[in-house]
């Protein structure tokens, strides 16, 4: 199934998933977000690498991945424990991307028991 698989289309989905992300978290107060062209294995899997500053986002990664972990819906990211989070999109299924987006930027916000909006 892997050898059949349409790589370049994954590529292109995994791209658009992590620009969205990427506007989802443009703007918010001590949160530095960009793209990482590979995951943590190293492979060829883009991602968005969120740097969060505790003094000026008012929480700390760590409590930004909790918040996700025990919300609804739990949202499970990588974390370095630097300041650092990572969401990666290879593992979604349709529709999960921007259920992701919302939680993270909930969660960033202050408000990770949010529920995302339905679009």
Not at 26 to 43: K, L, S
Not at 70 to 75: A, I, L
Not at 109 to 115: K, L, W
């Amino acid at each position: 199934m892997y050898l059949a698989g349409d790589h370049g289309a994954d590529l292109a989905a995994w791209e658009a998933v992590v620009r969205g992300w990427l506007r989802d978290l443009d703007g918010i107060p001590g949160v530095h977000a960009v793209r990482d062209p590979h995951n943590q294995a190293g492979q060829p899997v883009p991602r968005v690498r969120v740097t969060v500053d505790p003094a000026a986002a008012g929480r700390t990664a760590d409590a930004v991945r909790a918040a996700l972990w025990d919300g609804d819906p739990r949202v499970a990211v990588h974390g370095d424990g630097g300041g650092v989070l990572h969401l990666t999109p290879d593992t979604l299924a349709p529709g999960e991307a921007e259920v992701v987006g919302a939680r993270v930027r909930a969660a960033l916000a202050g408000d990770g028991s949010a529920r995302p909006a339905v679009r």
